[in-house]
């Protein structure tokens, strides 16, 4: 047996010889490597997944402890795809991957598809760049799996995998379907799906008020903002499970059956 073999035979035996082939042969790329990108990564990794490409500009930082995989002590400061990137091949020494220092935008989306994905994970925080790359995906005929917020949930049990069309409780896929359905001639029918899976909790998010206390309700006069100090709370064990649903997701769409 094969030192990827051994690796990866709890694998083999939960999908089978055909299906770590599939895995092993597959091209998935991670686009955000922060709360749920990081968790993401490492799981294709662990999953015998070949090749990764991992595309991200922000570095690591002291605030990020409390949700994101690569921050640790000695990595502070260094670019988050780069800590990923040594992490990922002490898990897969064969593994083939790429790190992109760049955050992804209409003027890399060409460069960046030129390598050739099979799956795309999509946990973007921007809703512009969000649309973009799903846009993108659906040009080129690539499943992607689109993240929404993890901020203010405390429950990764709530977590669903679901059509976009049918996401609740999610301000950001909210506003990445109704902007890809305004703009880039997404299915508007009710009901009707859009095609693109997403990972997101109906878990109503509590809110942390400037007197300490944490509310149902959003403090009167606040601005919510996607940052470490004024943002949302965040824990590991929901980011992460954010994460592994979505890579559980790539894994099943690679070793699905063929029609």
Known sequence: MSDLELRFSGIRRLYGVDGLARLVRAHVCVVGIGGVGSWAAEALARTGIGRITLVDLDDVCVSNVNRQLHALDGEIGRPKVEVMVKRIRAINPAIEIHSVLEFFTAENAARLFANGFDSVIDAIDHVGNKCLLITECRARNIPIITCGGAGGRRDPTAIRVADLAHATHDRLLRQTRDRLRAEYGFQRKPGKKIGVDCIFSPEP?????????????????SAMK????????TAAFVTGAFGFAAASRVAMLLTAPRE
């Open 226 to 233: 996607l940052d470490c100090e004024s943002g949302y709370g």
């Open 205 to 221: 998010p509590v809110f942390s008020w400037k007197n300490g206390t944490i509310c149902a309700t959003r403090e009167a006069g």
